[in-house]
């Protein structure tokens, strides 16, 4: 199959292509390397085709890119929720300006299937649990509402132009080449940044709030299934459906701690407080493999 990833230079993307192209898919990546990094492709470079291209801009080049593909897994954004808040627009330019300029670059006569890295920060603060994909939608940061407005205009577009495409909630993703740079990017990055500088791991508030965690081994075979097993116009939560709590990761990773008191911080890690939600909803497929030990 044809299959291009949008955002394909970063940790999910890289991730992804290594498998499609192991699997003898013919791959290309649009990335503009903000975050993502060549390295991450070295493995895969002489079997791909590279765009070094910014979707925030609609070009000729970017539309050229989208022909032929079959399948289009649309990753590139901004992905960190602190930052956003001080460059809200920025977030608006990747992230719903760049959805709608991937939108418009589709190859309506090849596409298949359009899949959408959407986030489960859609959620806010929930107070049910599990968070089902019909829970209510609070979205507290720049970040969270730029990836909804963009699961919005996927959704969109598939029920009025007829785009084959479903959108994917990830919870926090973790695994090789995940960040590990900046304060705020995910638990897992950070910390293990921390250890490998010999760095005590900064505990926000008391460590035990909890999260979901899915490995991006395990994400990327529910990406790969969810080209056929998804119906479109559909959402869909992914995640590994377990609840574990930052003091068990801090203890698994090992080495001094520090706990930190930020009333605003302490907010944003308890967005993840226990969530516990089918994966694909009606097909729990993968038993996730990788656990963190
Ligand atoms: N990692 C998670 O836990 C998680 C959770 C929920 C949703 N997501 C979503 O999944 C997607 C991939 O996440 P990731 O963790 O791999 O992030 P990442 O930052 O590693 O990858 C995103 C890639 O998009 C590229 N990019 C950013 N803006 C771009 C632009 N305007 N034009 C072209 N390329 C651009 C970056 O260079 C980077 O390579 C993101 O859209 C993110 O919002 C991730």
Redesign the pocket.
Known sequence: MKILI?????????NLADRLVELGHKVSI????????LK?LTKIKKKIKFYK????KYSVKLKKAFTGIECVY???????IVPSIKNPDKYF???VT?TLNVLKSIDKKSIKKLIY?????CYGLPKKFPIKENSNIDTQYP?ALT?FLGEKLIMHWEKVYNLPSVSL??????GP???TSGAYG?VFGVFLAQKLSDKPLTIVGNGKQTRDFIHVYDLVSALILSIKKTKNGEIYNLGGGKEVSVNKIAKIIGGKKIFIFLKFIISFFNFFKFINFLIFSNFIFCSLLNSFE
């Not at 949008?6 to 890289?14: D, K, N, Y």
């Not at 649309?74 to 960190?80: R, S, T, V």
């Not at 890295?117 to 920060?121: D, G, I, N, T």
């Not at 909630?169 to 973790?174: E, P």
């Open positions: 949008t955002g394909g230079a970063g940790f999910i993307g890289s649009i990335d503009n390397l903000s975050a993502g990094n991450n291209l910014d979707i925030s649309h990753f590139a954004g901004l992905a960190d330019n990747s992230n760049g890295s959407a986030s489960a920060s970040y990836k909630r990830f919870f926090n993703v973790y080449r995940s960040r995910a």
